[in-house]
C-alpha cells in the first residue's frame, strides 16, 4: 500500500476528505520527525515505540575490493510494536 492508498482508507475509515486525512498523515509524521530529531522517543500504547538508536562505528569490507574501510557512528530510527499490534498481525 503506498501513501495515496493509504490516505484513501484514512479519510474512508474517519469519515474524513481525503486532503483532510492527508494533512492528518502529513502533520503526524513530522511530528514524529520531529520528536526522534529532538532525540525524543514516541510511545503509541498498543501500537508500538519509535526511537533512535546509536549505532556504533565499524570497520566493513568493501566487497568488490576486499579493502577494509571505517563506517562512522550513526544514529538510526527504530520503530518497536507494541503487543496488541504483534497480537493483531498474528491473528
Same mark, same amino acid.
Given at each position: $500500500?503506498?501513501? +495515496? %492508498?493509504?490516505? @484513501? &482508507? !484514512?479519510?474512508? /475509515?474517519?469519515? !474524513?476528505?481525503?486532503? /483532510? @486525512? =492527508?494533512?492528518?498523515?502529513?502533520?503526524? $509524521?513530522?511530528?514524529?520527525? %520531529?520528536? $526522534?530529531?529532538?532525540? /525524543? &522517543?514516541?510511545?503509541?500504547?498498543?501500537?508500538?515505540?519509535? =526511537?533512535? *538508536? /546509536?549505532?556504533?562505528?565499524?570497520?566493513?569490507?568493501?566487497?568488490?575490493?576486499? =579493502? *577494509?574501510? %571505517?563506517? @562512522? @557512528?550513526?544514529?538510526?530510527? +527504530?520503530? *518497536?510494536?507494541?503487543?496488541? !499490534? *504483534?497480537? %493483531?498481525?498474528? &491473528?
Amino acid at each position: $500500500m503506498n501513501k +495515496s %492508498e493509504f490516505v @484513501a &482508507k !484514512l479519510a474512508d /475509515d474517519a469519515g !474524513l476528505k481525503k486532503a /483532510d @486525512a =492527508e494533512k492528518f498523515l502529513d502533520a503526524f $509524521m513530522n511530528g514524529v520527525k %520531529e520528536i $526522534m530529531a529532538d532525540g /525524543d &522517543k514516541l510511545q503509541l500504547v498498543g501500537f508500538g515505540t519509535f =526511537e533512535v *538508536k /546509536d549505532r556504533a562505528a565499524k570497520t566493513g569490507v568493501n566487497p568488490a575490493t576486499g =579493502e *577494509k574501510i %571505517e563506517i @562512522a @557512528a550513526c544514529k538510526v530510527p +527504530s520503530f *518497536k510494536p507494541g503487543k496488541a !499490534l *504483534k497480537d %493483531e498481525i498474528n &491473528k
